[in-house]
C-alpha cells in the first residue's frame, strides 16, 4: 500500500515544487515558442547565411542531451564568470531545447501555406517580414498548434531536468524528500501524479483542438 503520509507530511515540498514546475513551463514554452519561430522563419529566409544559422541550430540542439545543455548553463558559464541559479538555467535549457522543435514545426507549417500567398502579398508591397508576420505566419501557427500542444506536454516531463541542477522543482523536493525519508517508491509515486495532474488536461486539451481544427478545414 502507498504510504499517504507521505505526502501530508511533505505537502508543503510537494507544492513548491509544483508550482515551480508549472513556472518553468511556461516560461520554457513562451521563449521556446518565440525562439522557434524566429528558426523557423530564418531556415526558410530567401538569405542563404540565415539558411545556414537556423539549420546549424536546429540539428545541433536536436542532437545532444537536454541535460547537456542544462550543464552548460548551470556549470559551464560561472567558469567566464556569468552565474545563474538552477531554475534560471534549465529554463533557458529547456526552451533551447524545445525550440528546435518547434522551429520544424513552425517550417513545415509556412511550407504548407500555399506559395501564392507570399507572392501575392510581395506583388501588393508588402516586405518579406510584412508578409510572414501578417499573411503567412498567423496560417502556420493555425497548422502547427496540434503538434506545438504535444512539444508543450514534452516540455512539462523535460522539466524534470531541473532536478539535476538544483531548480526546485518536482523532482527536485522529490529526491530532498527521499534523501530525508530514506522511502523512494511512495515518494515518486507521488512526483508522477503531480506531473500527471499537468499532463493529461494538456493531453486532453491537444486532442480536442486537433479534432476542432479538423473540423474547421
Do not use: C
Not at 22 to 49: C, E, N, Q, W
Amino acid at each position: 500500500m502507498i504510504d499517504f503520509s507521505i505526502l501530508i507530511n511533505n505537502f508543503d515540498q510537494y507544492l513548491e515544487g509544483f508550482k515551480n514546475t508549472i513556472f518553468a513551463s511556461i516560461y520554457g514554452l513562451i521563449g521556446s515558442f518565440i525562439l522557434g519561430v524566429i528558426v523557423a522563419v530564418m531556415r526558410i529566409a530567401p538569405i542563404k547565411p540565415l539558411n545556414w544559422i537556423g539549420t546549424a541550430f536546429v540539428e545541433f540542439i536536436r542532437n545532444i542531451p537536454l541535460l547537456i545543455i542544462a550543464f552548460f548553463f548551470y556549470v559551464g558559464l560561472p567558469a567566464v564568470g556569468l552565474t545563474l541559479t538552477g531554475f534560471v538555467a534549465g529554463t533557458i535549457a529547456l526552451s533551447i531545447y524545445t525550440a528546435a522543435f518547434i522551429a520544424e514545426a513552425v517550417r513545415a507549417g509556412i511550407q504548407s501555406v500555399p506559395k501564392g500567398q507570399m507572392e501575392a502579398a510581395r506583388s501588393s508591397g508588402l516586405t518579406y517580414i510584412q508578409a510572414m508576420t501578417t499573411i503567412i505566419l498567423p496560417q502556420a501557427i493555425k497548422i502547427v498548434i496540434p503538434p506545438i500542444g504535444n512539444q508543450f506536454i514534452n516540455l512539462v516531463k523535460n522539466s524534470s531536468i531541473l532536478g539535476m541542477i538544483a531548480g526546485l522543482d518536482l523532482m527536485y523536493f522529490g529526491d530532498l524528500v527521499s534523501a530525508r525519508t530514506f522511502i523512494v517508491f511512495d515518494v515518486y509515486i507521488f512526483v508522477a501524479i503531480f506531473y500527471l495532474i499537468l499532463t493529461i488536461p494538456l493531453s486532453l486539451g491537444v486532442g480536442y483542438l486537433e479534432k476542432r481544427l479538423a473540423r474547421s478545414r
